[in-house]
C-alpha cells in the first residue's frame, strides 16, 4: 500500500531560509576563503568539496528542495526485515536496536548527521512499523537490551505522529510488557519532541499518556543543539524551540518519567564563549538535567560550505573560525561516517575541558561515545564509561535495567 499525505507543520520558525533578505549563495573557493581571512589552506579534495556544496546550496535553494517538504509516502516495511543494531563504532558498550520508522525526517535539520543535510527526497513512512517491532520484541525476549527510538530519523514528527505511526510502537512495547513484566527490553528516546509533540493524540491518547504507561521502562532523553538563537532556527527549520525541549523534559519529569540526560549536539565550537555555555547549561539545570553527551558538529565539506555560508549571514567572524576548525589538512582523517569531518582534535578536546568545567558548576556530569573517546584520547579518569549518575555513552541508564 503506498498513498501520499499532506503534513501540517507542528512548529515554524521567525526566519525562511529562502527569503533571506539579501542573502545571496556564493562559492566557496580559495578566493572566498581569502576574503575571510581563513588561515589554514584547504587540500585539493577539501576544496573540491567544499566547491561542489557550494553548487548543490545555490541548485536546492532556487528548486526549493533545501528542507523538507510537508508530505510523506505511507509504505509498509517488509516484516521480514531486521532492526538494525546500533553500533558504528565497533566496540559500543551496549546492545542496541534502532527504531526507524521513517527514512528521511521531517525536522529538516540542514547539518543532518544522517543525510547530510540532504532533503530532496519525499519521506517515506512505514504505516505498519509497530509490526516489525512486536517481532523483534519477540525474538530478543530474555535479552538485557535497548530500542533507540529513533537514531535516524525524529521519533516524534509529523510523519510520525500524524499517522499514529509512534503512538503504535509505544503500544507495542506497553503490550510487550504486560505480556512479559520481566523482559529487559528498555526504550531509549532521543528526542527534539516538545510539549505541543508530546500532547499529540492519536485513538485518544498522548505520546506523554503511553510514556507514563512505560514508566520504568523508558527514557526520554532529550537533544537540544550548541549555537545562536537565530542560526538555530535556520539549520533546524521544523524542530521546536530549545525551550519548549526543556518543556518536554520538565513536563515527563513531572509525570515521574526518566528525563535528566540531554544530547547535546550539535555544538558549533565557535560559538562556545564562556558566556554562552554558562547560558546554556543553566538552561539544562533548570530544567533538572544532570547529565549530558556533548557531540560537536561533524560535517563533509559539501554540507559545511553550506553552513559556513548560513552562519556568515549572521557573523562573517565565525564563519571565519568554522573553517578554520574544519579545513585544515592535519584534520582531514578526524572523521566520522561518510567522510563528515569533525574539528580540530586539540581544539576539541581543549573545548570539552572547557565545557566540562562550566557544566560542572552546574552539577552536570558527562558521558561520551566511544568513538569521540577513541579519537580524543581521553582516559576513564576524565570520563568514566559509566560516569557517578549512572550515565553512559549516549546517555543510557544503566540503573533502567533495575527497575
Ligand atoms: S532531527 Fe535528527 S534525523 Fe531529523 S533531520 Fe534533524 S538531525 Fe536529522
Known sequence: MRNTIQLENL???????Y????????????DYLGGLGVKPSPSEETLKGLINGSALFKERLGKGNLIPRAEAEICEIGLDSELEIHNYTGACPTLTYEINPVTGCNVGCMYCLV?????????????????LVRKVLEEKMGERHYYYFSPKTEAFQEPTLQTGIAHNILREFIAHFHKYPDSKARIFIASKAGTKQLFYKHEGESILDLFIKLKDKLQ????????????????????PSIEERLNAVLLCQQYGVMSNSA?????????LTEENM?????KLKKANIINYKPEFLTACM??????????????KEMEKTLYEYYINPENAEHRKQRGRTAPSRHLSISHLKNMMEISSRYGLTVSICYWVRRQLKISEEMIPVINSN????????????NK
Open 11 to 17: 512548529n515554524s520558525q521567525s526566519v525562511d531560509i
Open 19 to 30: 527569503n533571506l533578505m539579501g542573502f545571496q549563495p556564493k562559492v566557496v573557493d580559495m
Open 115 to 131: 543525510s547530510d543535510g540532504v532533503h530532496e527526497n519525499k519521506m517515506k513512512a512505514y504505516s505498519n512499523y509497530h509490526l
Open 220 to 239: 526520554f532523553n532529550t537533544s537540544v543543539s550548541i549555537m545562536p538563537p537565530k542560526l538555530r532556527e535556520i539549520l533546524e527549520p521544523f524542530a
Open 263 to 271: 544530547l547535546v549536539q550539535p555544538i558549533i565550537a565557535p560559538y
Open 278 to 282: 554558562q547560558d546554556f547549561f543553566g
Open 302 to 315: 559539501e554540507n559545511l560550505s553550506m553552513i559556513g555560508q548560513l552562519m556568515g549571514y549572521f557573523d
Open 390 to 401: 549512572g550515565f553512559q555513552c549516549l546517555g543510557y541508564q544503566t540503573e533502567l535495567f
